[in-house]
């Protein structure tokens, strides 16, 4: 079983930065693939990036590419995602997952994740 505990979301204006954390504990996490999901109100949940703590490969979405920055930190059993340059369109609920399948070319799939995290709320002002 792996637990997962986000947090650092909050309100930002446009063009600002925020770095959301992911807390995991339990057996083996450190061989699951992570990634950090998404979901906007009425939309589904989609993929923003993915990490591997063997090699510390990472994996982004189109959308985010250039801006957020996925890490992990062996030592803190922790992943980062920095956010910058922040649109409105960011703003969504943030959920960290972890999962056996996950990775390449899964990273974008939900159902190849095992454990979600309870999510972080992300707001973007205009």
């Known amino acids: 079983q792996v637990q997962l505990v986000e947090s650092g979301g909050g309100l930002v204006q446009a063009g600002g930065s925020l770095r959301l954390s992911c807390a995991a504990s339990?057996?083996?996490?450190?061989?699951?693939?992570m990634g950090w999901f998404r979901q906007a109100p009425g939309k589904e949940r989609e993929f923003v990036a993915g990490f591997r703590w063997s090699g510390d490969s990472t994996y982004y979405a189109d959308s985010v590419k250039g801006r957020f920055a996925i890490s992990g930190d062996n030592a803190k059993n922790t992943v980062y995602l920095q956010m910058n340059s922040l649109k409105p369109e960011d703003t969504a609920v943030y959920y960290c997952a972890a999962g056996k399948t996950a990775g390449w070319p899964n990273w974008h799939i939900t159902r190849k994740y095992d454990y979600w995290g309870q999510g972080t709320q992300v707001t973007v002002s205009s």
């Open positions: 339990g057996r083996a996490f450190s061989t699951y693939p």
